[in-house]
């Protein structure tokens, strides 16, 4: 009978230095002793790709994402050859790869790359000799041999495309916390840490900046049904399964809370109430590639109507510059910011079949006299942005209302 393969990755401060990557070692050498195949995925010590990215900028404010890509591979590379070397110490046979060398193929869009294949045999051919195959997190290759890398936190996605590839029993995620919580714990003390969750909710969580995994890396596994296990590097104990619904999970209305500090308002004012203005506006962002989030678009008064809108702090600049030249060709009015905005949602599978969500959340919120200010929800999740400076209150509160503290049934 074929034994059973196990796929971990360690990220985070489990790999923050040599010391780290020998526990990691005794970690997977435990495994394999257990009786597992074992695939690991490593990303790069410590702060790594910060720095390599540093170096960049102090040559070039524009650097071609080709060479980033390039310089940004090595630092996977380094932490794959020590982990090999430091399991070799503990007795037991390993190898290492880079992403090209075990045939991660990608597209050729530098810096974001997406997996298109991935040809196993090599992996499977170590494994069948007894070795512990060690994998460089973030990275591929193109058809045409040039490297890419996977967009920040690939190492997730590395390791969830290899336990699909190899058809894996279970691709553990080993990380800096004890797995997925009710909220934030630094903001939340009485946060508590899930035993489950489902794809669709932890693909809201992570999207609405639970730095927990990767975002893309949850779509994939959704996607081809990867059962995930995060738990954390540093402790023996339980931490969360990622898994499709169980029926358990659709009788929680709401799994956790999120908050979200990075996002701008930005209104046009004064946009001719006419067919065709909010289609502008929006074709011209999308064109640059700026991601925008909530939309509000209020009551016409006199033929005309102010529109805003979220997006990240970061693209605020073009964000500006774009809505400034159409507000000008349209006809409209000003253009305003606002960066003292958060947004607060609430994530639950459960939301599909129970009513008075909203109004919960609503009622939790004007308790606390906090006004809301944009409203957006989707079949599992509900966002309202309020000010930032009541964000961290009101997410206690409204963690306290939804009873999420409390274990589950
Ligand atoms: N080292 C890469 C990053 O820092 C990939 C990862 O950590 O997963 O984004
Ligand atoms: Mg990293």
Redesign the pocket.
Do not use: M, P
């Given at each position: 009978m074929a034994r059973s393969l196990i796929v971990q990755k360690f990220?985070?401060s489990s790999?923050a230095n040599t010391e780290r990557i020998k526990q990691v070692a005794q970690r997977v050498v435990q495994t394999k002793r257990q009786g597992h195949d074992v695939v690991v995925v490593v990303?790069?010590l410590?702060?790594?790709?910060?720095e390599l990215l540093e170096l960049a900028r102090q040559i070039s404010q524009n650097p071609p994402e080709r060479e980033l890509d390039m310089l940004m591979a090595t630092?996977e590379q380094v932490s794959v050859a020590l982990l090999a070397m430091a399991i070799e110490e503990l007795g037991e046979d390993a190898i290492s790869f880079t992403g090209s060398q075990v045939g991660i193929i990608t597209d050729g869009r530098h810096t974001k790359a997406k997996v298109i294949d991935i040809n196993a045999k090599r992996i499977h051919d170590e494994v069948a000799k007894g070795r512990v195959v060690i994998v460089a997190g973030?990275q591929g290759m193109t058809m045409s041999q040039e490297i890419t890398t996977l967009g920040?936190?690939g190492?997730d996605l590395t390791a969830v495309a290899l336990a699909k590839a190899l058809s894996a029993e279970l691709c553990e995620i080993f990380t800096d916390v004890e797995g997925v919580f009710t909220a934030d714990p630094r903001i939340v003390p009485n946060a508590r840490k899930l035993s489950a969750i489902s794809y669709d909710e932890m693909l809201e969580m992570a999207s609405l900046g639970a730095q927990v995994m990767q975002a893309r890396s949850i779509f994939v596994a959704k996607r081809f049904n990867v059962p995930i296990h995060v738990r954390s590097s540093f402790s023996s104990r339980e931490g969360t399964m990622i898994t499709q619904a169980a029926k358990a999970m659709e009788d929680v209305v709401v799994s956790g809370v999120t908050l979200q500090k990075d996002e701008a308002k930005v209104t046009i004012q004064d946009v001719p109430d006419k067919p065709g203005m909010a289609a502008q506006i929006f074709r011209e962002l999308a064109e640059k590639d700026v991601n925008v989030d909530m939309i509000v678009q209020n009551v016409s008064r006199e033929g005309a109507t102010d529109v805003s809108f979220t997006v990240i702090k970061h693209d605020l600049p073009a964000t500006l510059r774009i809505a400034r030249s159409v507000a000008q060709r349209i006809g409209a009015g000003e253009v305003t910011t606002d960066e003292g905005i958060a947004k607060l949602s609430i994530v639950g599978i459960g939301m599909r079949s129970h009513s008075g969500v909203a109004a919960k959340m609503f009622e939790a919120l004007s308790r606390e006299r906090v006004n809301i200010e944009m409203i957006s929800t989707s079949e599992i999740k509900l966002s309202c942005v309020i000010r930032k400076a009541h964000a961290e209150r009101a997410m206690r509160v409204i963690h306290k209302a939804f009873g999420l503290s409390k274990r589950r049934a």
């Open positions: 990220g985070g790999v990303s790069a410590g702060d790594t790709t910060d630092g973030f920040r936190g190492s």
